[in-house]
């Protein structure tokens, strides 16, 4: 069965350090990885996905994820938090059987001034 | 491009009464996805279209809830009778079909409606 963990609900950053939210998966085919974010009140926002190739993604708002095969995860990474960046992050994934996504629980990000 | 339009933003209605959210997807995407969320469920899908056909309909959680997709520029999620148990956020999302290019097997969202059920 697929899944996908988002191990800390929510994550505190200070503005200027790095931020990682984690998120691993299980599927039984090759995996196709998403992340999301959403603001309060506003519908989920496209940030990167893996489908193939590099297993560094590069995204919208200097966010980018790492395909760890071995380890089943997909981290979302960026190298200095902005106060902006405080939202809610969804990680997803689907295999190549099934393409509905299975999503993760979200994880709270909130970014310290 | 308009992105996807959900109608209405916010519905208050009392229990019993028939809900009608509608969806306009992106034009060209052959998927169309309804999600709900609430804070003690998360995000559920409840049922996902393609070319205008359902295909999996397991998350929609009793019979009072029907979706329909009459052509590939509209949607309707309806529920009724209502209860208060239905109150959350409901979103509509569409994607291309599934792909390795950049923009195919993404899920864009519209901003969702907001119902509560008194």
């Known amino acids: 069965a697929q899944s996908v963990a988002q191990p800390e609900d929510q994550v505190n950053v200070a503005e200027g350090n790095p931020l990682t939210v984690k998120c691993t998966y299980s599927v039984s085919g090759n995996p196709y990885l998403f992340w999301y974010v959403q603001y309060p009140n506003r519908g989920l926002q496209f940030l990167l996905k893996y489908i193939t190739g590099d297993n560094l993604v590069k995204g919208s708002y200097g966010f980018e994820a790492e395909f760890n095969k071995s380890q089943t995860s997909f981290h979302l990474k960026k190298p200095s938090a902005l106060v902006s960046d405080s939202a809610l992050y969804f990680c997803?994934?689907?295999?190549?059987?099934?393409?509905?996504?299975?999503w993760g629980a979200g994880t709270k990000l909130i970014i310290k001034p | 491009d308009a992105g996807v339009i959900q109608s209405p933003r916010h519905e208050v209605t009392e229990m019993g009464q028939e809900v009608t959210l509608r969806c306009k997807p992106i034009s060209g995407h052959d998927y169309l996805f309804w999600y709900r969320q609430t804070m003690m469920r998360g995000l559920e899908l409840l049922i996902y279209f393609n070319n205008n056909v359902p295909i999996d309909d397991s998350g929609m959680p009793e019979d009072r809830f029907s979706a329909k997709m009459p052509n590939a520029s509209f949607s309707t999620l309806k529920i009724q009778p209502s209860e208060p148990r239905d109150s959350a956020v409901y979103f509509c999302?569409?994607?291309?079909?599934?792909?390795?290019?950049?923009?195919?097997?993404?899920?864009?969202f519209g901003p969702g409606t907001r119902l509560t059920v008194l």
């Open positions: 997803a994934v689907r295999d190549d059987s099934n393409y509905q996504l299975i």
């Open positions: 999302a569409s994607s291309s079909r599934p792909g390795t290019g950049a923009k195919t097997d993404t899920q864009y």
